[in-house]
């Protein structure tokens, strides 16, 4: 079945930038997205990619897809204490509205 | 002012009592989630709703019931046969064609 998996945790200095990876199993996937999540709260969409795009970027943000590795990661550019949260990696199911969410990554900057 | 809204934010059940979650959204949106949360998972589907007055079922739709009789709304019922209900809800609703946007989820705790 449908699998996405990322990493637990990253910590990253203030100022540094962040790379938080995620793997996916669907093939079929049509777009992939970054959903940030901060204490209590839903989630935020950051960005998504359409599968045949290899790079997208906005602002501090940058996804980079692999499709042959099923590999997509996101890049955040002089990271801040504001950027300290969950971040959510999904894929959708091709013909389904339908969205698979890997475990999330909790990202930690400390000053 | 456009958006999805979650209430409570908070909710406590007792032994053996359904409780409902309200979710309603004003962006015209045709498709409409839930998910549930738990500390340390990615977000799991629990029924989903693509069209008023239709709906169909995620990968954990046991001890939980919803509706849709209006466009603007999707009410999940967490039934007492869900024995273990403790988690973050979140409810989300999708436009053609768009990324899925969430609400700021409701906290389900067992008394």
């Known amino acids: 079945g449908e699998d996405v998996e990322q990493s637990l945790f990253l910590s990253v200095r203030e100022g540094d930038s962040s790379v938080i990876n995620c793997t996916y199993t669907d093939s079929s996937s049509t777009y992939l997205y970054w959903y940030k999540q901060e204490p209590g709260a839903g989630l935020q969409l950051l960005t998504y990619?359409?599968?045949?795009?290899d790079m997208k970027q906005d602002q501090r943000l940058t996804v980079l897809l692999n499709k042959k590795d099923k590999h997509l990661s996101l890049r955040i550019a002089d990271t801040q204490t504001g950027d300290s949260a969950i971040y959510f990696c999904?894929?959708?199911?091709?013909?389904?509205?339908?969205?698979?969410f890997g475990t999330g990554t909790r990202l930690q900057v400390f000053p | 002012d456009g958006g999805i809204t979650q209430s409570p934010k908070y909710l406590f059940r007792k032994e053996g009592q359904n409780v409902t979650l309200s979710c309603e959204q004003n962006?015209?949106?045709?498709?409409m989630y839930w998910y549930r949360q738990d500390p340390g998972q990615g977000l799991r589907l629990i029924y989903y709703s693509q069209i008023v007055n239709d709906f169909q079922k995620g990968d954990i739709a046991e001890g939980y019931s919803v509706s849709r009789e209006k466009k603007e709304s999707f009410p999940l019922t967490v039934t007492s046969a869900q024995k273990n209900p403790t988690a973050f809800y979140l409810c989300?609703?999708?436009?053609?064609?768009?990324?899925?946007?969430f609400g700021d989820g409701t906290r389900l705790s067992i008394l």
């Open positions: 999904a894929e959708s199911i091709e013909n389904t509205d339908k969205l698979i």
């Open positions: 990619i359409f599968s045949n795009m």
């Open positions: 989300a609703s999708k436009g053609s064609n768009q990324p899925q946007h």
């Open positions: 962006l015209n949106h045709d498709a």
